[in-house]
């Protein structure tokens, strides 16, 4: 059978398939430039596991007090190493990219503290967390008396100097940056832009906690926010540093006297680091952080993809066929509910998990209207594979992100435009 055979009998037609063809063959310097990029980093973290001496030991398994692990020790001199920081605390007890940055931010602010983001609204789950606005969770800083300010993005996405220099004062204890865009419109922060926030703010109050939260950026870009003189990095193990391998985790690496105290918040005050089974999952850990270059380049190429098909075909697209990128989202505006469901269903129809079920649009907690889902994942809710999710109001935008290989996640994308075409909501 030929390749294109194998598109065929899988529901790709000879247009689609041809039309995706053409767009591919126009992306060759930008994938050049990608494996370039992919290559660098796999050398950084290659020479991170030789340096630390990582070996078969490491792989074994923990339990209980999970006292003297290894395994859990190396992997954190690893992280720390790539990330170029004194510390880091790499664990399954972190259990999502919410509660990292929930720990993080408990761990280092105390009641009268003020916490600023000078980058707007933060990732939507950290609304409860902080207690933004009305938004406060049981159990929110705002509870513990920790004060929460805000500077807005200006209108072309600037950085608003003179706003932060008026909203940092003697209480200011930690600037909160987020780097992704994650689902709002603002664009994503390069780690250069990153690094001249930081720069500025130091220079107002060197000794304010700069805390960067990672998710979705790692390994895009040669340099992470630590280098560029962030205290803390913060991320999830199942988005690009856990490789699709790490079946759970999260990460914050930064300042020895931060990250103790990040551990002594995930166990307990005196415990901190020393204890932390982690039953069976450092190879996990080992390997998928081993893959994670590659694989974000799998996912930034599918990301790139779709920008270059769905903006030929007239959608809005963010960010758009060309521009630079700092993460791996990508946002296509398709323009009716309709648009929406056909797009994911095709990404969900290409899943290697669940391709046999169609994805229904239902009422989640903490949207205003029904969402719909594509996610056929080996790891449950894992968002580095291939996987989209869309509101169905207006714009009726879909965001979607990941894809372990390339080629799966140039499949998912060729079926979103083969359900498209079959509903007769784009011609080509
Ligand atoms: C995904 C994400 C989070 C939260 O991570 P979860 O693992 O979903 O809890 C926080 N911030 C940003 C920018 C994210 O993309």
């Given at each position: 059978?030929?390749?294109?055979?194998?598109?065929?009998?899988?529901?790709?037609?000879?247009k689609?398939?041809?039309?995706?063809?053409?767009?591919?063959?126009?992306?060759?310097?930008?994938?050049?430039a990608?494996?370039?990029?992919?290559?660098?980093?796999q050398?950084?973290?290659?020479?991170?596991?030789q340096?630390?001496?990582?070996?078969?030991?490491?792989?074994?398994?923990?339990?209980?007090?999970?006292?003297?692990?290894?395994?859990?020790?190396?992997?954190?001199?690893?992280?720390?190493?790539?990330?170029?920081?004194?510390?880091?605390?790499?664990?399954?007890?972190?259990?999502?990219?919410?509660?990292?940055?929930?720990?993080?931010?408990?761990?280092?602010?105390?009641?009268?503290?003020?916490?600023?983001?000078?980058?707007?609204?933060?990732?939507?789950?950290?609304?409860?967390?902080?207690?933004?606005?009305?938004?406060?969770?049981p159990?929110?800083?705002?509870e513990?008396?920790?004060?929460?300010?805000?500077?807005?993005?200006?209108?072309?996405?600037?950085?608003?100097?003179?706003?932060?220099?008026?909203?940092?004062?003697?209480?200011t204890?930690?600037?909160?940056?987020?780097?992704?865009?994650?689902?709002?419109?603002?664009?994503?922060?390069?780690?250069?832009r990153?690094?001249?926030?930081?720069?500025?703010?130091?220079?107002?109050?060197?000794?304010?906690?700069?805390?960067v939260?990672?998710?979705?950026?790692?390994?895009?870009?040669?340099?992470?926010?630590?280098?560029?003189g962030?205290?803390?990095?913060?991320?999830?193990?199942?988005?690009?540093?856990?490789?699709?391998?790490?079946?759970?985790?999260?990460?914050?690496?930064?300042r020895?006297d931060?990250?103790?105290m990040?551990?002594?918040r995930?166990?307990?005050?005196?415990?901190?680091?020393?204890?932390?089974?982690?039953l069976?999952?450092?190879?996990?850990?080992?390997?998928?952080?081993?893959?994670?270059?590659?694989?974000?380049?799998?996912?930034?190429k599918?990301?790139?993809?779709?920008?270059?098909?769905?903006?030929?075909?007239?959608?809005?697209?963010?960010p758009?066929?060309?521009?630079?990128?700092?993460?791996?989202?990508?946002?296509?505006?398709?323009?009716?509910?309709?648009?929406?469901?056909?797009?994911?269903?095709?990404?969900?129809?290409?899943s290697?998990?669940?391709?046999?079920?169609a994805?229904e649009?239902?009422?989640?907690?903490?949207?205003h209207?029904?969402?719909?889902?594509?996610?056929?994942?080996?790891?449950?809710?894992?968002?580095?594979?291939?996987?989209?999710?869309?509101?169905?109001?207006?714009?009726?935008?879909?965001?979607?992100?990941?894809?372990?290989?390339?080629?799966?996640?140039?499949?998912?994308?060729?079926?979103?435009?083969?359900?498209?075409?079959?509903?007769?909501?784009?011609?080509?």
């Amino acid at each position: 059978m030929e390749l294109q055979d194998w598109y065929k009998e899988a529901g790709i037609s000879e247009k689609v398939y041809d039309f995706c063809s053409k767009i591919e063959a126009g992306l060759k310097e930008r994938f050049e430039a990608i494996d370039r990029t992919a290559e660098y980093n796999q050398m950084k973290v290659l020479r991170a596991m030789q340096k630390h001496k990582v070996s078969a030991g490491c792989f074994e398994s923990s339990t209980g007090y999970g006292y003297d692990d290894l395994g859990r020790e190396t992997l954190e001199d690893v992280y720390a190493s790539v990330f170029e920081t004194e510390s880091a605390l790499v664990r399954p007890q972190l259990t999502c990219g919410t509660h990292a940055l929930t720990v993080a931010l408990s761990a280092n602010l105390r009641p009268g503290d003020e916490l600023l983001s000078p980058v707007g609204k933060p990732y939507d789950t950290l609304e409860g967390v902080i207690g933004i606005g009305d938004n406060a969770a049981p159990g929110s800083l705002k509870e513990f008396g920790v004060v929460y300010r805000q500077v807005d993005l200006k209108e072309d996405g600037s950085f608003d100097f003179e706003g932060i220099r008026e909203a940092l004062n003697d209480r200011t204890k930690l600037v909160t940056i987020q780097r992704s865009k994650g689902y709002a419109t603002r664009p994503t922060l390069s780690v250069a832009r990153i690094g001249e926030l930081i720069s500025f703010i130091k220079s107002i109050r060197p000794d304010v906690i700069c805390m960067v939260d990672n998710c979705y950026g790692e390994f895009v870009e040669r340099i992470e926010p630590t280098q560029v003189g962030a205290d803390m990095c913060v991320g999830s193990l199942i988005k690009n540093p856990g490789g699709g391998l790490a079946p759970i985790g999260g990460y914050i690496v930064g300042r020895q006297d931060l990250i103790d105290m990040c551990a002594y918040r995930l166990t307990a005050p005196g415990l901190g680091k020393e204890v932390g089974a982690t039953l069976g999952l450092n190879r996990s850990f080992f390997q998928g952080f081993f893959m994670a270059p590659c694989v974000a380049a799998s996912a930034l190429k599918g990301a790139i993809f779709a920008a270059n098909i769905y903006e030929r075909l007239g959608f809005q697209v963010v960010p758009n066929s060309t521009e630079s990128r700092h993460d791996i989202i990508q946002a296509v505006t398709l323009g009716s509910a309709e648009g929406v469901i056909a797009f994911c269903k095709g990404i969900q129809s290409g899943s290697p998990v669940d391709s046999h079920v169609a994805p229904e649009p239902y009422a989640m907690p903490g949207y205003h209207s029904d969402v719909i889902m594509a996610a056929g994942a080996f790891v449950q809710g894992s968002s580095i594979e291939l996987s989209a999710d869309g509101p169905i109001e207006p714009p009726y935008a879909v965001y979607f992100q990941g894809g372990l290989t390339w080629y799966h996640a140039k499949f998912g994308i060729m079926m979103s435009v083969q359900y498209m075409e079959n509903e007769h909501l784009l011609s080509l």
